[in-house]
T-cell receptor, first 105, second 111 residues
Framework: DAKTTQPPSMDCAEGRAANLPCNHSTISGNEYVYWYRQIHSQGPQYIIHGLKNNETNEMASLIITEDRKSSTLILPHATLRDTAVYYCNPGDMRFGAGTRLTVKP | DTEVTQTPKHLVMGMTNKKSLKCEQHMGHRAMYWYKQKAKKPPELMFVYSYEKLSINESVPSRFSPECPNSSLLNLHLHALQPEDSALYLC??????????FGPGTRLTVL
C-alpha cells in the first residue's frame, strides 16, 4: 500500500513560489510529516516537519490540513539550486516516489 | 557535530570479493539505517538498528550483512554480490524515530 501520493514532477519559474502537495491519508494521529529533498546523487537533506500546526523555517513553510491527510511544502522564492526530488514522509522511514521539482530560469 | 560520514565514497568490487561499507555518527543517535538507491528511484530501506539491535530487516538477501559494533558505528558487509546490487548505499541516523540525518552515500559498482 502506498502511504503517500505526490505528483511525479513539477516545474517552477525561478523567483516564484513552489507548492508541492502530498497526500498521506493513512497517517496516524501521533505521526509527524517530514519533508526531505535529494539533489542529484547526494544524501537526502531534511527540510521541515510538522504534526498539526503549520510550520516555517529558513528553508520552507509547511501547511498541514486540519484532518492531517495532506500537506503542502512551500518554497517561497524558488532558485535554480532548489531543483531536486522532494520526498514527503509521514512518520515512516520508508520513502515514496517523491516529486521531481525543476526550477527554470 | 551534525554529520553522518560514510566510507568509502566509491567502491568497485568483483562478484567473489568481500568488502565492507562504514557509517559513523557522533550525534548520540540511537537509531541507524541502511538504504539502497538505484538510479532515478527513491531510497529503499534495507535495515534499521535501534539501540545497537537489529529491529528491521526488509527481507534483504543474506549477501548483505549489517553490523552495529557500537552506538556510533554501522557497517554493511558485502559478499558474493551481483551486478544488480550496484547502487548508491545511504546511511542515516536519528534520535528515536525523528528527523533523519543522511550521509553522502557510497557508490557501489559490482563487476
Amino acid at each position: 500500500d502506498a502511504k503517500t501520493t505526490q505528483p511525479p514532477s513539477m516545474d517552477c519559474a525561478e523567483g516564484r513560489a513552489a507548492n508541492l502537495p502530498c497526500n498521506h491519508s493513512t497517517i496516524s494521529g501521533n505521526e509527524y510529516v517530514y519533508w526531505y529533498r535529494q539533489i542529484h546523487s547526494q544524501g537526502p537533506q531534511y527540510i521541515i516537519h510538522g504534526l498539526k500546526n503549520n510550520e516555517t523555517n529558513e528553508m520552507a513553510s509547511l501547511i498541514i490540513t486540519e484532518d492531517r491527510k495532506s500537506s503542502t511544502l512551500i518554497l517561497p522564492h524558488a532558485t535554480l539550486r532548489d531543483t531536486a526530488v522532494y520526498y514527503c514522509n509521514p512518520g515512516d522511514m520508508r520513502f515514496g516516489a517523491g516529486t521531481r521539482l525543476t526550477v527554470k530560469p | 557535530d551534525t554529520e553522518v560520514t560514510q566510507t568509502p565514497k566509491h567502491l568497485v568490487m568483483g562478484m567473489t570479493n568481500k568488502k565492507s561499507l562504514k557509517c559513523e555518527q557522533h550525534m548520540g543517535h540511537r537509531a541507524m539505517y541502511w538504504y539502497k538507491q538505484k538510479a532515478k528511484k527513491p531510497p529503499e530501506l534495507m535495515f534499521v538498528y535501534s539501540y545497537e539491535k537489529l529491529s528491521i530487516n526488509e527481507s534483504v538477501p543474506s549477501r548483505f550483512s549489517p553490523e552495529c559494533p557500537n552506538s556510533s558505528l554501522l557497517n554493511l558487509h558485502l559478499h558474493a554480490l551481483q551486478p544488480e546490487d550496484s547502487a548508491l548505499y545511504l546511511c542515516a541516523s536519528s534520535q528515536d524515530t525523528g528527523r533523519q540525518f543522511f550521509g553522502p552515500g557510497t557508490r557501489l559498482t559490482v563487476l
